[in-house]
């Protein structure tokens, strides 16, 4: 497993989600949403997200993975969509768990603009700005957090630690095989 050391409570992450739902409401009145979540990080964020949701949502899924099982980005993104899904003139919002780098999020955005989506909106639970390698922000963003590698609330490190209701900051150097 891995040590970690608490961030950010379940309570404070629910609370700002809330917050966040309620800014989409506001935004998106009078529209549909087409969420496009990215798996698998983004996986409690999004269902607690679109919970809170008073506008309509259809709710739609993309796999990316520019991770292997390292802490570093390998710059590397393949797209795998769970099903087809019309981007043209749908109001498109990008739900990721955590902008880092902004590799992932930048193709993501360059592949869905290409098909003519009617606006095309970014939501993030995280954001990491010092890592950024890319000069991109997303529309709306849960948390602004230092350079850490966290897990929780959807995150994984190595896989693990996703089903935590809180979001920690792992221990690299205490972490056991
Ligand atoms: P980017 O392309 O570097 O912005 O990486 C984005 C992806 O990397 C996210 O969707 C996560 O899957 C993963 N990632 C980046 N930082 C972390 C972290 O601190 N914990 C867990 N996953 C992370
Ligand atoms: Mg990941």
Request: hydrophobic fraction near 40%; charge should be negative.
């Amino acid at each position: 497993m891995f040590k970690s050391t608490p961030l950010l409570s379940e309570e404070s992450i629910q609370n700002r989600v809330r917050e966040i739902a309620d800014s989409l409401n506001r935004d998106y009145a009078g529209r549909t949403v087409d969420a496009l979540c990215v798996l698998k990080g983004s996986m409690f964020f999004a269902a607690d997200l679109f919970r809170n949701l008073t506008v309509p949502v259809r709710v739609h899924f993309m796999q990316v993975s520019s991770y292997g099982s390292s802490t570093e980005s390998s710059g590397t993104v393949n797209l795998y969509f769970s099903s087809a899904f019309e981007v043209e003139d749908c109001d498109v919002l990008l739900v990721e768990d955590i902008l880092d780098t902004g590799i992932t999020m930048n193709y993501l955005l360059e592949r869905l603009r290409a098909r003519n989506p009617r606006t095309m909106k970014t939501c993030v639970l995280l954001d990491k700005p010092a890592r950024r390698k890319l000069d991109i922000k997303a529309d709306y963003v849960g948390f602004e957090i230092q350079d850490h590698f966290v897990v929780g609330y959807g995150l994984d490190y190595n896989e693990l630690g996703r089903n935590m209701r809180h979001i920690a900051i792992i221990d690299p150097a205490a972490h056991e095989e």
